[in-house]
């Protein structure tokens, strides 16, 4: 069971970079997602959330209307497109998987990448 | 979605018990079932110990609980090893397809 991240790198303030996670190893379309990320010295924080279906998602209040989370469960994929950047969101971003199967969400994540990094900078 | 509240740090001796303590609301912590912790060791990834406020994922060795009472939730680690020593998250469902977590809390093995 595997996420692999990739997309991230060196992003000006006021850019966009799209993050895309690909998932081997389970039924990838039976279960709800997360991206979750991590700045540099500080804890964890959970970004956003998308149903095994796509049909619910949500996001935390510091990226709203700013990223938007979508997913491609034919090719076992979920991206997370990111436009307005700040400084701010200079973090280790990482896929997660959620425990539950289907529509029985448990909002508890067993399944992690290795991340990929975002670095908002000038 | 404010942070959920956690100590900055706690510490104990090899083959002590120690209690981390996750602060929340009734929206939060009181409002669902779904509170969850993680260990994340230095440069390591997050690592589910506990799911639904008391489950352990399989593999996860039973010196690890969970519990909670009203709006504050606990993990319990006994039988302290130097492996423990990682930080420790809190994490619980914020309504509307929403988590958030804690700050987290440094686990020192003395």
């Known amino acids: 069971v595997h996420l692999v991240e990739s997309g991230g790198g060196l992003v000006p303030p006021g850019g966009s970079r799209r993050l895309s996670c690909v998932a081997s190893?389970?039924?990838?379309?039976?279960?709800?997602m997360h991206w979750v990320r991590q700045a540099p010295g500080k804890g964890l924080e959970w970004v956003s959330g998308?149903?095994?279906?796509?049909?619910?998602?949500d996001y935390a209040d510091f990226v709203k209307g700013r990223f938007t989370i979508f997913r491609d469960n034919a090719k076992n994929s979920l991206y997370l497109q990111m436009n307005s950047l700040e400084i701010e969101d200079t973090a280790l971003y990482y896929c997660?998987?959620?425990?539950?199967?289907?529509?029985?969400?448990?909002?508890?994540?067993?399944?992690w990448g290795l991340g990929t990094m975002v670095t908002v900078s000038s | 979605q404010s942070a959920l509240t956690q100590p900055r740090s706690v510490s104990g001796s090899p083959g002590q018990s120690v209690t981390i303590y996750c602060a929340g609301t009734d929206v939060d912590i009181g409002g669902s079932d779904r509170v969850s912790w993680y260990q994340k060791p230095p440069d390591k990834d997050p690592k589910l110990i506990i799911f639904?406020?008391?489950k352990r994922p399989s593999g996860v060795p039973d010196r690890f609980s969970g519990s909670r009472s009203g709006n504050t939730a606990s993990l319990t680690i006994s039988g302290l090893q130097g492996d423990d020593e990682a930080d420790y998250y809190c994490?619980?469902?914020?309504?509307?397809?929403?988590?958030?977590f804690g700050g987290g809390t440094k686990l020192t093995v003395l």
């Open positions: 190893g389970f039924s990838f379309d039976d279960f709800a």
């Open positions: 994490c619980a469902y914020g309504g509307s397809f929403s988590l958030v």
């Open positions: 997660a998987k959620d425990v539950g199967l289907g529509n029985d969400e448990k909002f508890a994540m067993d399944v």
């Open positions: 998308t149903k095994w279906n796509s049909r619910v998602k």
């Open positions: 639904d406020v008391t």
